[in-house]
C-alpha cells in the first residue's frame, strides 16, 4: 500500500473535525468533509539530492536524477538516474527497475515526446542519450551515445523533433545537436563538434532554454536575467535577437500559443504575449500583463492539459503547475480576459525544503492528475493525486 498520509500535514484542507449544521428543528446534521485536495501515494527519502523528475507516460514509468559535489573533489559533481514505476505492493508507493550509477551531476532529463524510447540526460560533464528497453526479463535503459561538454556543464535539455536537440550549458552556448549525424557512434563518445551547432548568445549560466515547435521560436535565459527571444532561422544572427534584461535570473521559461511566462529568482512568474514580424520573423514581446508572486524560487512550470471530462467552457484560463523552491508546489489558474490568477492547489507540506522538479500527467481515465515532485536539499520523492 501507499504510505499511510496521516502524519502528512495538510496545509490547506479544512479542520479535521466533523463539520455540523442545524436543521429547521435545531438537530444536529452531519455534513460530509470536503475531499483532500490531493492524496500522496509514493513518498521516500533518497540517499541523493533529487533535482529533476518526469513521467514516461507511454510506459507508465517515471524517472528521476540526482546531484551532488563529491565530498573529497569539489570540482566534480556525481548523478544517478532512476527508472521507477508506481506500486500498491511497497509501502513506499513505487519500484525502482534501475539505477543508473556512475553518472556526472544530473540537471535535467527528458523523455522523446512521441515515442518516448529514448531518455536525454543533461549532466555536468555531458548530455547523454539512452534507449528504452522492454522485455520479458525486466525494463531497462541502455546507453545509446554521448556527447561531451566538458569543461562546461549542460543545465537544461529540450527535443526538438525525434532526432534534435537543444541544450544550453555553463558557458553561456545554446547548443544543436542532430542526433541522427552520430547515428553510428552507437554507446561510444561523439565528437564535441560533430552534428553541433553553438552558438555564444550568453555570458552566464543558461539555466533555461525553451524551443516553441509551434512558432519556431526560441527562448533563453541567463543567471544574470538576459532573456533573449529569436526565431530559429536566426540562431546565429544576433541582431535579429530581442533581449529583455530581468533584475533577478530566470529560472523557466514556458509557451503556449502568443503567451510566454518567464519565471525568475525574485519568486514572479511574469505573463508577456508574443508577436512574430511575418517577414523578418522578428519576435517582440509585450510589457509584462501579470506578476504572480509565489514567495519562492520559481524553479520548474508546466502546462496542466483540460481532462477529458473537464468542458472547455473557459478557453481564456490557462492552468500550470509550479515547483517554487522553498514555497512548496502550487497549481495556478489565469485569466487572459482580466489578468487575474488564483492558486487553486498548494502543497505546502514539505515547505522550506527545496522544491527543484515537478512533472504532471493525467491519469488513465483522465479524471485527475499525478504529480511527480522531488526536493534537492532534502532527497524527497513525493507523487500525489489531485482533482482538476
Given at each position: 500500500?501507499?504510505?499511510?498520509?496521516?502524519?502528512?500535514?495538510?496545509?490547506?484542507t479544512?479542520?479535521?473535525?466533523?463539520?455540523?449544521?442545524?436543521?429547521?428543528?435545531?438537530?444536529e446534521?452531519?455534513?460530509?468533509?470536503?475531499?483532500?485536495?490531493f492524496?500522496?501515494?509514493?513518498?521516500d527519502?533518497?540517499?541523493?539530492?533529487?533535482?529533476?523528475?518526469?513521467?514516461?507516460?507511454?510506459?507508465?514509468?517515471?524517472?528521476?536524477?540526482?546531484?551532488?559535489?563529491?565530498?573529497?573533489?569539489?570540482?566534480?559533481?556525481?548523478?544517478?538516474?532512476?527508472?521507477?514505476?508506481?506500486?500498491?505492493?511497497?509501502?513506499?508507493?513505487?519500484?525502482?527497475?534501475?539505477?543508473?550509477?556512475?553518472?556526472?551531476g544530473?540537471?535535467?532529463?527528458k523523455?522523446?515526446?512521441?515515442?518516448?524510447q529514448?531518455?536525454?540526460?543533461?549532466?555536468?560533464?555531458?548530455?547523454?542519450?539512452?534507449e528504452?528497453?522492454?522485455?520479458?526479463?525486466?525494463i531497462?535503459?541502455?546507453?545509446v551515445?554521448?556527447?561531451?561538454?566538458?569543461?562546461?556543464?549542460?543545465?537544461?535539455v529540450?527535443?526538438?523533433?525525434?532526432?534534435?536537440?537543444?541544450?544550453?550549458?555553463s558557458?553561456?552556448?545554446?547548443?544543436?545537436?542532430?542526433?541522427?549525424?552520430?547515428?553510428?557512434?552507437?554507446?561510444?563518445?561523439?565528437?564535441?563538434?560533430?552534428g553541433?551547432?553553438?552558438?555564444?548568445?550568453?555570458?552566464?549560466?543558461?539555466?533555461?532554454?525553451?524551443?516553441?515547435e509551434?512558432?519556431?521560436?526560441v527562448?533563453?535565459?541567463?543567471?544574470s536575467?538576459?532573456?533573449?527571444?529569436?526565431?530559429?532561422?536566426?540562431?546565429?544572427t544576433?541582431a535579429?535577437?530581442?533581449?529583455?534584461?530581468?533584475?533577478?535570473?530566470?529560472?523557466?521559461?514556458?509557451?503556449?500559443?502568443?503567451i510566454?511566462?518567464v519565471?525568475c529568482?525574485?519568486?514572479?512568474?511574469?505573463?508577456?504575449?508574443?508577436?512574430?514580424?511575418?517577414?523578418?520573423?522578428?519576435?517582440?514581446?509585450s510589457?509584462?500583463?501579470?506578476?504572480?508572486?509565489l514567495?519562492?524560487?520559481v524553479?520548474?512550470?508546466?502546462?496542466?492539459?483540460?481532462?477529458?471530462?473537464?468542458v472547455?467552457?473557459?478557453?481564456?484560463?490557462?492552468?500550470?503547475?509550479?515547483?517554487?523552491?522553498?514555497?512548496?508546489?502550487h497549481?495556478?489558474?489565469?485569466?487572459?480576459?482580466?489578468?487575474?490568477?488564483?492558486?487553486t492547489?498548494?502543497?505546502?507540506?514539505?515547505?522550506?525544503?527545496?522544491?527543484?522538479?515537478?512533472d504532471?500527467?493525467?491519469?488513465?481515465?483522465?479524471?485527475?492528475?499525478?504529480?511527480?515532485?522531488?526536493?534537492?536539499?532534502?532527497?524527497?520523492?513525493?507523487?500525489?493525486?489531485?482533482?482538476?
Amino acid at each position: 500500500m501507499p504510505p499511510n498520509n496521516s502524519h502528512v500535514r495538510r496545509t490547506i484542507t479544512p479542520d479535521d473535525e466533523v463539520l455540523l449544521a442545524l436543521d429547521f428543528n435545531m438537530e444536529e446534521i452531519p455534513v460530509t468533509e470536503p475531499e483532500e485536495p490531493f492524496i500522496t501515494v509514493a513518498l521516500d527519502i533518497l540517499p541523493n539530492q533529487l533535482d529533476c523528475i518526469t513521467w514516461n507516460r507511454r510506459h507508465s514509468l517515471f524517472s528521476f536524477g540526482s546531484y551532488e559535489i563529491h565530498s573529497e573533489d569539489r570540482s566534480r559533481r556525481l548523478g544517478k538516474v532512476y527508472l521507477a514505476k508506481l506500486t500498491q505492493d511497497l509501502p513506499i508507493g513505487y519500484r525502482i527497475e534501475q539505477t543508473l550509477e556512475d553518472l556526472p551531476g544530473i540537471l535535467d532529463m527528458k523523455w522523446e515526446p512521441i515515442e518516448e524510447q529514448k531518455l536525454v540526460i543533461a549532466t555536468s560533464e555531458s548530455v547523454i542519450l539512452f534507449e528504452l528497453e522492454i522485455s520479458q526479463n525486466g525494463i531497462k535503459l541502455s546507453k545509446v551515445c554521448s556527447l561531451s561538454t566538458a569543461p562546461d556543464m549542460a543545465l537544461y535539455v529540450q527535443w526538438m523533433k525525434p532526432a534534435d536537440l537543444i541544450f544550453s550549458d555553463s558557458s553561456g552556448k545554446l547548443n544543436l545537436w542532430n542526433i541522427d549525424s552520430n547515428k553510428t557512434e552507437l554507446d561510444k563518445e561523439v565528437d564535441k563538434l560533430n552534428g553541433v551547432t553553438s552558438s555564444q548568445l550568453h555570458d552566464y549560466f543558461v539555466w533555461f532554454v525553451h524551443f516553441d515547435e509551434n512558432s519556431d521560436i526560441v527562448y533563453s535565459g541567463d543567471d544574470s536575467g538576459l532573456f533573449r527571444t529569436f526565431h530559429l532561422d536566426h540562431f546565429n544572427t544576433p541582431a535579429f535577437h530581442r533581449k529583455r534584461q530581468f533584475d533577478t535570473g530566470v529560472t523557466s521559461i514556458l509557451t503556449k500559443g502568443d503567451i510566454v511566462a518567464v519565471g525568475c529568482y525574485d519568486d514572479y512568474l511574469r505573463i508577456f504575449t508574443r508577436n512574430i514580424e511575418p517577414e523578418t520573423k522578428y519576435v517582440s514581446l509585450s510589457l509584462p500583463l501579470l506578476e504572480m508572486d509565489l514567495k519562492g524560487t520559481v524553479w520548474r512550470t508546466m502546462w496542466i492539459p483540460p481532462l477529458r471530462v473537464e468542458v472547455d467552457d473557459e478557453p481564456n484560463v490557462y492552468k500550470l503547475g509550479v515547483a517554487a523552491g522553498r514555497n512548496g508546489i502550487h497549481v495556478i489558474n489565469f485569466n487572459r480576459s482580466d489578468w487575474t490568477w488564483e492558486t487553486t492547489l498548494c502543497c505546502l507540506d514539505y515547505r522550506e525544503e527545496l522544491a527543484y522538479g515537478i512533472d504532471i500527467q493525467s491519469n488513465d481515465d483522465e479524471s485527475n492528475y499525478t504529480v511527480a515532485t522531488c526536493y534537492f536539499d532534502t532527497h524527497r520523492l513525493h507523487i500525489f493525486t489531485m482533482k482538476p
